[in-house]
C-alpha cells in the first residue's frame, strides 16, 4: 500500500516513504527515517515533488557529542522510550510496569485528502493510527492519533500531534492568556530555551490560556514574515508544550488532559485524541488569521455561512427580577430598536429568584410566568424577533430539587468539605445517568416551545473530582457534553447555540463544531474589549464572536465611555444589545436604532469578510482594523482613540489591502482613488479620547 505517485489531488507520495500534504499556500513533507520513524521533513512555503524528496533527505544536524537524539525536534509522534528525549506525545504502561514500544509500519492510506499511517506494537496486540487531513481551499493540517488494544493498557498521554518547526535566528511564542473579565489577551514574547506549558486543569477551555500558539523568528509583522500556528479542538482539560530544544529546533505538543493518565484502555477499546490543527502563513500574522477564519467558518462552524442576528438580553435589564409582563415590555423596546433576537436571561425557573437556588430544576417559575414560556415566546414573534432562553444545564444549587433527589450526581470527594463557588456545584456529566436527564430536559424544553436560540452557560470550574479524579482531566465530560448537542443539533435543527462559561472559559474549535458563537468576555466595557477582541480574533472570526453594548457605567470597570464608541466596538463582531432599555433616554434610543441599522448593512462584511488588523491596541491609542468583503467590492473601516492624550488627531488609517479602483464612503458620497487610500489612509477626524469612527467603503 506504499504505493509511489499521486494517491488525492491533496496528497500525493513522490517517492517511497515520503507524502506530500499541499494546501493553497503551504506544504506539508514527512518521511519515514530507520525503523519507521515518521519525521518531518518540511513545513512551509510550498515545494515541489523533487524538492520534497529532496528535503526528506536532510540529515539531522546535530551537536557534536552523545547526548543529542537524531529525531528530536522532527519526529512527527515521539514515545517516551528509546533514543529520544523529548516530550512525549505518547506514553503507555502496561499492567507489567512496561513502558517500552515499538511500532512497526503496517500500511499507508490516503483518499480525500486524508493520509493514514497504520502500526503495530512489536510485541503487543496494541495498535497506531496516525491521521493527517487536509482540504481542497484552506491551509490548514489536521492531525490526530486513534490507539486500538487488544491488551489492556494505561494512556499516560496521548496527545494530538508534534508540530516540529524548522531551524530559525531566533524564536517567538504568541499566545492568549487572561482570567474572568480579562480573558483572551494577545501576548508575544521570545521563546526561551527549555519548554514553555500552558492549558486548562478546570474542565474547560477556561479563559486562563486558550489552546492556541503561534511561532514565528521574531521579526513577523501583521503584513510579513513567516508564522507556523497550531490549536487543539478541544473543551476540556488540555495542554501545549513549546519546547525550543537544544539542537536548534522547536517542537510544539498538544493534547487533551493536563497531567497522566489521560485514558485507561482495556481489551478490545479504542481512544481516539482531538484533533490539532496547524497552519503555516508566509505573509504574516493577518494572513494567519484571515486562513483560520476561512477555515472556521467553512469547516467548522454548522452554520457558517448564516449571518447572525442583532440580539437583545434582559440581564442588565432585570437581572433575576424576570417575569412575563417585565420580559413582554422589554421585548416590545428591543424591537423598536431594530434588534432580531431576544434572549431572556438567568431567574425564569424554579427558585431562582438569586443565585442561591433553582439551578437544575428547570421549570417556568409559575409565580412569574402562570401560564408558561408561551406567551412571551408569542408575543416576541409577533413583534418579529426570535425567541431565546439562557440555561446553565451542568450546574445544580444544593437549594433544588434537584440535589435532593440526587446528590450524589455532583462532583464530591465523600468525607471531605466541598467547595462552593457562586452557590452552585458541577453535575458530573461523565456519568451515563446525568448525561441523560441533561439532554432529556433540554430536548423536551426545545420540543414544547418555538425557542431558536440557545444561551448555554457554565459559570464555575470543577473541584473535588473524588473517587473519578484520576480521569476528571481527561474526556468523559467534555465528550458527554459534545453527544448532547450534537443530539440537539439533529434534533432541532432550528435551534442556534451560544456557548457561554463565566465570559471566554469554554471558547475552541471544538465548541465552535457544536455551536454558533462564542460568548469571548463577561467583560463588555469597550476600552477592554478591543484588547480581548484582538486577542480572540488571532484564531477565531468575527461571525462567532458575541459582542454586547452594555450600560455605562460599566459594571465592571466603571468607565462611562460614550454609547457610540460602545457601539463601535460591538459592530466589530456579532452585534448584541445588553442594556437596560427602560433607562435609555429619547437620544440614545435614536442613536441605537441608527447604530444597529447602520450595523445591519455592514453585518456581511464583518461577519464573512477578511479581517486587516491595522493598528494594535497593544500599541497604539488609535487603534484601528477593517473587514473586506469576500468578492472584494466592500470594506468596513473601524478606528477608535482609546487612552488618547494631548488632543491630537489620530491618524489615517492606511489601507492598502483594498482592490484598485475608485472607492466611495457609503454615508457621505465622498469618493477616493485606491492609492490615496493605500498611501495616505482614510480620516475620520477622531481628536478626542474614545472618539471612533465607522466607514463603509463601496468600490465604484
Excluded at 496521548?158 to 499566545?175: E, H, I, K, N, V
Excluded at 517542537?251 to 503555516?280: I, K
Excluded at 433540554?442 to 440557545?454: C, G, K, M, Q, T
Amino acid at each position: 500500500m506504499l504505493q509511489r505517485g499521486m494517491v488525492s489531488p491533496l496528497v500525493c507520495q513522490p517517492a517511497p516513504g515520503v507524502w506530500v500534504l499541499r494546501t493553497p499556500r503551504s506544504a506539508y513533507v514527512l518521511s519515514l527515517a530507520g525503523q519507521d520513524v515518521p519525521l518531518t521533513a518540511h513545513w512551509g512555503a510550498p515545494v515541489d515533488d523533487e524538492a520534497a524528496v529532496e528535503l526528506a533527505r536532510v540529515p539531522a544536524d546535530l551537536p557534536r557529542g552523545s547526548w543529542e537524539s537524531p529525531v528530536d525536534g522532527r519526529e512527527e509522534y515521539p514515545s517516551d522510550t528509546g533514543l529520544r528525549f523529548v516530550e512525549p506525545a505518547l506514553a503507555l504502561r502496561f499492567p507489567d510496569g512496561s513502558r517500552t514500544v515499538r511500532w512497526v509500519l503496517d500500511a499507508a492510506e490516503a483518499d480525500e485528502g486524508h493520509l493514514r499511517l497504520r502500526y503495530t506494537e512489536q510485541t503487543r496486540p496494541l495498535r497506531l493510527t496516525l491521521h493527517y487531513r487536509v482540504t481542497a481551499g484552506h491551509d490548514v493540517v489536521e492531525r490526530w492519533a486513534e490507539l486500538d488494544t487488544d491488551v489492556a493498557v494505561e494512556v499516560l498521554r496521548a496527545d494530538s500531534a508534534a508540530w516540529c518547526l524548522p531551524p530559525l535566528d531566533g524564536y517567538r511564542l504568541s499566545s492568549l492568556h487572561g482570567r474572568w473579565g480579562a480573558d483572551s489577551r494577545l501576548e508575544r514574547a521570545p521563546l526561551p530555551a527549555g519548554a514553555v506549558r500552558i492549558g486548562s486543569r478546570r474542565t474547560t477551555t477556561s479563559p486562563m490560556h486558550n489552546p492556541w500558539v503561534a511561532v514565528d523568528d521574531g521579526t513577523a509583522t501583521e503584513t510579513a514574515g513567516e508564522v507556523w500556528t497550531a490549536a487543539l479542538a478541544w473543551s476540556g482539560t488540555w495542554r501545549i508544550d513549546v519546547q525550543r530544544l537544544p539542537v536548534g529546533r522547536v517542537v510544539v505538543n498538544a493534547g487533551a488532559g493536563h497531567e497522566e493518565p489521560v485514558a485507561a484502555l482495556s481489551r478490545g477499546t479504542t481512544y481516539a485524541t482531538p484533533t490539532s490543527c496547524g497552519l503555516f502563513s508566509g505573509e504574516g500574522f493577518g494572513a494567519a488569521s484571515r486562513a483560520w477564519h476561512d477555515y472556521v467558518r467553512a469547516r467548522v462552524l454548522p452554520h457558517g455561512d448564516e449571518l447572525r442576528p442583532v440580539l437583545y438580553n434582559s440581564w442588565e435589564a432585570t437581572q433575576f427580577r424576570v417575569d412575563e409582563a417585565g420580559q413582554m415590555a422589554l421585548a416590545e423596546r428591543a424591537a423598536a430598536l431594530g434588534c432580531e433576537l431576544f434572549v431572556m436571561d438567568d431567574g425564569w425557573f424554579g427558585a431562582r429568584i438569586s443565585d442561591t437556588a433553582g439551578l437544575g430544576d428547570w421549570r417556568p417559575n409559575p409565580d412569574r410566568f402562570p401560564n408558561g414560556l408561551g406567551p412571551l415566546v408569542k408575543r416576541v414573534g409577533e413583534l418579529g424577533m426570535r425567541f431565546g432562553i439562557w440555561v446553565e444545564p451542568e450546574m445544580v444549587n444544593p437549594d433544588s430539587d434537584l440535589y435532593r433527589a440526587h446528590p450524589d450526581w455532583v462532583y464530591a470527594s465523600p468525607g471531605y468539605p466541598r467547595h462552593e463557588l457562586r452557590n452552585q456545584l458541577v453535575l458530573d456529566v461523565g456519568k451515563a445517568e446525568v448525561a441523560a436527564w441533561l439532554h432529556g430536559w433540554l430536548d423536551a424544553l426545545l420540543s414544547e416551545h418555538d425557542i431558536a436560540f440557545v444561551k448555554w452557560d457554565m459559570n464555575r470550574p470543577v473541584t473535588d473530582p473524588g473517587l473519578r479524579g484520576d480521569l476528571l482531566w481527561s474526556t468523559a465530560h467534555a465528550r458527554n457534553l459534545y453527544g448532547i448537542l450534537d443530539r440537539l443539533r439533529r434534533d432541532h435543527p432550528r435551534v442556534r447555540f451560544e456557548s457561554c462559561a463565566s465570559g471566554g472559559g469554554r471558547v475552541d474549535l471544538a465548541i465552535l463544531a457544536r455551536t454558533d458563537q462564542v460568548w469571548p468576555s463577561d467583560n463588555t466595557d469597550g476600552s477592554d474589549r478591543l484588547h480581548i477582541q484582538e486577542g480572540f480574533g488571532q484564531l477565531y472570526p468575527a461571525r462567532a464572536m458575541t459582542a454586547w453594548v452594555t450600560d455605562a457605567p460599566n459594571f465592571l470597570t466603571g468607565n462611562r465611555l460614550p454609547l457610540t464608541f460602545r457601539f463601535h466596538v460591538a459592530m466589530a463582531g456579532v452585534l448584541g444589545i445588553g442594556g437596560d432599555l427602560p433607562h435609555w433616554g429619547v437620544d440614545e434610543q435614536a442613536s441605537a436604532a441608527a447604530l444597529i441599522a447602520q450595523y445591519k448593512r455592514i453585518r456581511p462584511i464583518v461577519q464573512h469578510g477578511g479581517l486587516h488588523r491595522l493598528r494594535s491596541p497593544r500599541e497604539s491609542s488609535a487603534p484601528a482594523l477593517a473587514y473586506l468583503s469576500a468578492g472584494g467590492d466592500e470594506a468596513a473601516v473601524f478606528q477608535f482613540l482609546d487612552g488618547h492624550r494631548y488632543g491630537e488627531p489620530a491618524p489615517p488609517a492606511r489601507l492598502p489591502f483594498l482592490p484598485p479602483g475608485t472607492w466611495q464612503d457609503a454615508d457621505t458620497g465622498r469618493r477616493y482613488p485606491q492609492a490615496f487610500l493605500a498611501t495616505h489612509g482614510l480620516d475620520a477626524g477622531l481628536s478626542r479620547n474614545h472618539d471612533s469612527a465607522v466607514t463603509h467603503l463601496r468600490r465604484v
